[in-house]
């Protein structure tokens, strides 16, 4: 999907000069206009875009690692550990297809080899391994600065924590003001094949290691500079924006579904930077963050634009200053988003590495684009000779604006400190944001009211104690800890907000230091539609609607009567009934995961009215394992009957994010493609098949649609999503129904209504969306599980109708979301919504694994 970019001056263009001299200072610069024209580059829905004939196949190891590591990353063992932290690094064995080696780049091989020659060099390069990727490469961390005694370190982390805990204090802190480091993070290459940052990375810890000067010793005296080398070493090697999990890494960090986005939570909790950028490509001329509006409205946004905007002056200049030209060398002046453009490249959504920071103490964070494009169907079609050249240009670009933020953060390390201070302070105190204007943001020109975007925090959320939604509350209350969100649990009921709450429901009280994060997970949000014409991701997210847990706002009250204690992990709710046969609800992925786990046991699995599953008393001990293994409850039952449920093997075209939630579900799952039932598919290794991306039934040869024919017609189950698996029913002739396609670059939070029973029982009224689907012309035998909500359905994100007045909320208002029934001797389920995308909406995952159990033969 493209994304059309229209750069206008919002306010006066300025000329910058010069960073300030020093050893990291760039003095050249060249003249020109900021206001080049980018060129669009597509925004894919995950990791890759995919076609008509490919679907996702990601190997179940890359699955198995995500969710083996989901605890987190790996810093805790050099806690008490003075700098430098010097640490012998294997040698990954010699790969010669690694992409990088065709650009003249470092190839992932090369990098530990040349981070061991760093560490040699003198005594302020240490490498720390932050975790491993989805296929199982370890990720490096660098750090750069001054020695430090064990002592001093443990003196570092105590301000770091007085910053965050104690911010009142902090500010008057006189030991903070003269000897606290400022954390800086670069971070690179979080997109495989966007190699450069890498490079310049490795290129500046060699100068630093080096340098005799003055200027250096200071700045490595007065800060910390930490480098994440690669933060997707599988997409570096094989070429792919993607991870080895098929997961777009840059859009991961509100779920933080992956071990590599896993690690860089870890690192902006352990080091709390003050400044960070994100080394992208490829736009010409280079894009330096801050963004268009939208911009998050959860941020402290006054201090965040003054120091990022500062910054991207700086860096400008330096990017400049290397005296590349358009005429000479292809490459056009930098950019600035917020000054330069209109809309198209916002901060709305927390999935971006620079958009989630500053819920963790960054004030300036930037996205950087250099210029020059080798990736894709350049680095097919380019010499060789050509795509060095261009990567060497990026090379230099990167290295320019990584200099040019880390002499910011040495000239302001005290401002920047003290902002930071603040951002924790508000939290705490509960204060009001500050709206930003060129009043309270002198320096940055052309604020106006489109860039004002704040919220009304509420004093607290509560998750209530529920048996059904536990599994879900336990989740997500391990989410918000890992995002190092305090959470507290009453040890007795406690009235607040004009209601009453059970002992066992966990608070989240909203003073707090990062009351952002906290609220940019747990708030409904909001509908911006009528906001801008165009967002460059998703506009809606919302865990508190999403995650299956009942969370509940609480606007107001005082909670020095409410009895609770922070705590560090959700209580388990693993439980079996000791008498009697049980039940297990089908609400949560971890209870879809436990039957799959019964079902491969060889245990007689029943499925009563509601959709939940009845295990005999006979069972109970392999009901013991299940529930300590996936912490869920089985209740004692005295219902009897129903359906026998069987392990279902999912034969399934779709997206990466959906195969891993498929996955994280427990089911057998084989990806196909259009091109693999085209060469040949055994259905006998399947039950049910599950379509929404890469399956084209009018693309498949006579042998393939005979096959699927006869698979469909001996019982074979039909899951489809969205177009390609609407179209899939049209192509077989099954369910009798018109698809309708809303605005296809709609996406958010939806209400719906359910219809209950076998595939929506126990459903959340909440769902989400991305290019959404109806279904009109009901044919006879057609269920309707579940519609959109009357009115405006669209509780948080963006969706407008199309420029005829169709395929807005008011058009899907009431109309058919999810419909089921048989056909052909198959039973069959389309889903209009988006229930497993980019494995987020965990709450809405069963209904896609009710429907597989359902439809199975």
Avoid at 8 to 24: E, F, K, M, S
Avoid at 514 to 520: D, E, I, P, Q
Avoid at 824 to 836: I, M, S
């Amino acid at each position: 999907m493209g994304i059309s970019r229209t750069f206008r001056p919002r306010g006066p263009v300025l000329l910058t000069t010069a960073v300030a001299a020093g050893a990291l200072a760039l003095t050249a610069l060249a003249p020109g206009s900021a206001t080049a024209d980018p060129t669009p580059r597509p925004v894919t829905r995950e990791g890759s875009p995919l076609g008509d004939d490919r679907a996702a196949t990601v190997p179940q190891g890359a699955t198995e690692r995500a969710l083996a590591d989901a605890g987190g990353a790996g810093l805790g063992g050099d806690r008490g550990r003075g700098y430098p932290r010097e640490r012998r690094l294997a040698r990954p064995p010699v790969n010669p297809a690694d992409k990088s080696i065709k650009l003249g780049l470092v190839p992932y091989h090369g990098i530990a080899p040349r981070l061991n020659e760093l560490q040699r060099i003198g005594d302020r390069v240490s490498v720390e391994i932050a975790g491993r990727s989805a296929g199982g490469h370890p990720l490096y961390l660098v750090t750069v600065t001054a020695p430090e005694s064990a002592r001093e370190t443990a003196r570092q982390e105590r301000m770091r924590e007085r910053i965050e805990n104690a911010p009142a204090a902090a500010a008057k802190d006189e030991a903070i003001k003269a000897g606290y480091k400022t954390p800086v993070f670069i971070n690179n290459n979080i997109h495989g094949n966007e190699w450069e940052g890498t490079d310049a990375a490795l290129k500046l810890i060699e100068k630093l290691a080096k340098a005799k000067d003055g200027p250096s010793r200071s700045l490595l005296a007065h800060n910390r500079l930490y480098f994440n080398i690669t933060a997707n070493p599988d997409g570096r090697i094989a070429g792919t924006r993607a991870n080895a999990g098929g997961f777009d890494l840059n859009r991961d960090f509100i779920t933080a579904s992956q071990p590599e986005a896993r690690a860089i939570r870890e690192i902006a909790v352990a080091k709390q930077p003050a400044v960070m950028i994100d080394l992208h490509g490829y736009v010409n001329g280079t894009l330096i963050e801050p963004t268009t509006p939208p911009h998050g409205e959860n941020y402290e946004y006054d201090l965040f634009l003054k120091n990022s905007y500062a910054n991207a002056l700086g860096m400008e200049a330096a990017v400049n200053g290397l005296g590349y030209t358009e005429a000479k060398d292809g490459v056009r002046p930098a950019v600035i988003p917020f000054r330069d453009q209109e809309e198209g490249w916002d901060d709305w959504p927390p999935v971006f590495t620079p958009q989630y920071m500053p819920f963790q103490g960054a004030v300036a964070a930037h996205t950087i684009e250099f210029p020059m494009q080798v990736n894709n169907a350049e680095y097919d079609d380019q010499p060789v000779a050509e795509l060095r050249r261009r990567a060497g240009i990026n090379v230099d670009i990167a290295g320019a604006a990584m200099r040019a933020s880390i002499g910011y953060a040495d000239r302001h390390r005290a401002a920047l400190i003290a902002d930071q201070i603040e951002v924790f302070r508000r939290g705490a105190t509960g204060a009001r944001q500050v709206p930003v204007s060129e009043r309270t943001v002198p320096g940055v020109p052309g604020i106006g009211p489109e860039d004002v975007y704040t919220t009304d925090f509420p004093r607290a959320y509560v998750i209530p104690a529920h048996e059904r939604s536990a599994p879900a509350a336990a989740r997500l209350v391990d989410h918000l800890l890992a995002n190092d969100v305090r959470v507290e649990r009453a040890s007795h009921a406690f009235r607040l907000g004009g209601r009453t709450y059970a002992k066992g429901s966990y608070l989240v009280d909203m003073r707090q230091p990062k009351r952002g994060l906290a609220n940019v997970m747990l708030a409904d949000g909001r509908d911006i539609s009528a906001k801008v014409a165009t967002m460059y991701d998703i506009s809606g997210w919302s865990l508190g609607r999403l995650w299956g847990a009942s969370v509940e706002a609480v606007e107001s009250g005082d909670l020095d009567g409410v009895r609770a204690r922070a705590v560090r992990a959700a209580s388990r709710v693993g439980y079996v009934a000791p008498r009697g046969d049980l039940r297990l609800r089908l609400d949560d992925p971890r209870e879809i995961a436990a039957v799959n786990h019964l079902l491969a046991e060889g245990v007689v699995v029943r499925r009563d009215r509601s959709g939940a599953a009845l295990v005999p008393a006979s069972a109970r001990g392999a009901a013991r394992a299940a529930a300590k293994k996936y912490d869920v409850a089985f209740d004692a039952t005295k219902a009897k009957g129903g359906p026998v449920l069987h392990r279902t093997r999912v034969a399934a075209a779709v997206t990466p994010g959906e195969l891993f939630a498929l996955r994280e579900m427990g089911f057998d799952v084989v990806p196909v493609s259009t091109a693999v039932l085209n060469a040949g598919f055994d259905w006998k290794r399947a039950d049910v098949l599950f379509v929404s991306a890469g399956l084209d039934h009018g693309r498949l040869n006579a042998a393939a649609q005979a096959g699927l024919d006869r698979f469909l017609a001996r019982g074979g189950g039909l899951v489809g999503r969205g177009a390609a698996g609407a179209a899939l029913n049209t192509g077989a002739k099954l369910l009798p129904v018109r698809p309708v396609e809303g605005n296809g670059d709609a996406n958010g939070v939806v209400r719906v209504v359910n219809r209950g029973g076998t595939l929506t029982g126990g459903a959340p009224d909440h769902s989400f969306v991305y290019a959404p689907m109806w279904f009109t012309g009901l044919g006879s035998g057609v269920r309707v599980e579940q519609r959109y909500g009357a009115g405006n359905p669209l509780v948080a994100g963006h969706w407008r109708a199309l420029a005829d007045g169709g395929g807005g909320p008011a058009a899907a208002a009431g109309r058919a979301a999810v419909v089921s029934g048989s056909a052909r001797g198959a039973e069959v389920v389309l889903f209009g919504t988006e229930p497993l995308f980019r494995a987020h909406p965990k709450g809405v995952f069963p209904q896609v694994g009710r429907a597989l159990l359902s439809v199975g033969r």
